[in-house]
């Protein structure tokens, strides 16, 4: 074992539904406007844009089930996902082939402070302090493929406190999981550890401490995620 000029930072990690094994974290990619009403919903035309991806990190995945409002913002929003954890990868993966490189999915938030992201979009910057802050992918455990198999339709849906406010299709997604994967694969070198964040349906809006999210997606269960 090597030993470390300083303390070694945790691995981040992820919950596994029914198991008490934690499912490491390399990198996080999340995808942007990849349901149509969203892309419109934000000003944008979804039919003439191709994927475009940014990242989170890996310690902002968050399974504690709470959100504190973060700093330096007064306009956090909702974004519900569903994720993707890849067991394999590489590069040039074809689509067809692109499924067995997956663990698992789960449901999670791409929350985001929309006046930030707002902020670095009108003037041509990148987009991590609107998106990668501390906390800013609360998640739920992962379900295996063995369990749930590769979900590709059925209800995404968030209500907050007890409303709701997101819902939409999984057959909604422009770029289907496979196509994800083997697009970045074209750009990343991808590897076991890898999370996808799949795109949110429309009606993303702000939050406030105190709100209660709901989330949910058909086969994929229950998350609820309590702001703080
Ligand atoms: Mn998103």
Known sequence: MPTYAIEAPRVPAMPIASSDDLFPVRRVYCIGRNYAAHAIEMGHDPDREPPFFFQKNPDNLDASGSFPYPARTSDVHHEIEMVVALKSGGTGIPVEQALDHV??????????????????????????????????????????????????????????????????????????????????????????????????????????????????????????????
Do not use: C
């Not at 003037?123 to 906390?135: A, N, Q, T, V, Y």
């Not at 697009?183 to 105190?210: H, K, N, Q, R």
């Open 103 to 228: 663990w698992g999915y789960g449901l999670g938030l791409d929350m985001t402070r929309r006046d930030l992201q707002g902020e670095a979009k009108k003037m041509g910057r990148p987009w991590e302090i609107g998106k990668s802050f501390e906390r800013s992918a609360p998640v739920g455990p992962l379900h295996p493929v063995s369990e749930v198999g590769h979900p590709s339709e059925g209800l995404i849906e968030l209500k907050v406190n007890g409303e709701v406010r997101q819902t939409g299709d999984l057959n909604q997604m422009i770029w289907k999981v496979p196509e994800m994967i083997s697009y970045l694969s074209d750009y990343f070198e991808l590897a076991a550890g890898d999370v996808i964040m799949t795109g949110t349906p429309s009606g993303v809006g702000p939050v406030v401490a105190g709100d209660t999210l709901a989330l949910h997606v058909d086969g994929l269960g229950d998350l609820d995620i309590q702001v703080e």
